[in-house]
Nanobody, 114 residues
Framework: VQLVESGGGLVQAGGSLRLSCAAS????????MGWYRQAPGKQRELVAH???????SYADSVKGRFAISRDNAKNLVYLQMNSLKPEDTRVYYC?????????WGQGTQVTVSA
């Protein structure tokens, strides 16, 4: 499975960004897709995930501001990020779980200026 993210960038506080993640390869094996994020020198933290059936889960810090969605036909997962805060500044990584395997994208930088 290969994952390619896009959509990161620089935005002012209160603004919005949408991240996209395109999956290719053995995609039939994927059940959960989602997003993690990581600040320099810190552990990667789960932001949100979505199952093949559409069940979602979010970190408390992003509930009500971020929304994850999935297009199974196009093998895409999105993360709509609204009301962005400077503390949301991280590298965001797309991931996919397929059985016992977890696959990662290369990461995309999101920077929120005050």
């Amino acid at each position: 499975v290969q994952l390619v993210e896009s959509g990161g960038g620089l935005v002012q506080a209160g603004g919005s960004l949408r991240l996209s993640c395109a999956a290719s390869g053995s995609i039939f094996s994927i059940n959960v897709m989602g997003w993690y994020r990581q600040a320099p020198g810190k552990q990667r933290e789960l932001v949100a995930h979505i199952t093949t059936g559409g069940r979602t889960s979010y970190a408390d810090s992003v509930k009500g501001r971020f929304a994850i969605s999935r297009d199974n036909a196009k093998n895409l997962v999105y993360l709509q990020m609204n009301s962005l805060k400077p503390e949301d500044t991280r590298v965001y990584y797309c991931y996919a779980s397929a059985g016992v395997y977890t696959y990662w994208g290369q990461g995309t930088q999101v920077t929120v200026s005050a």
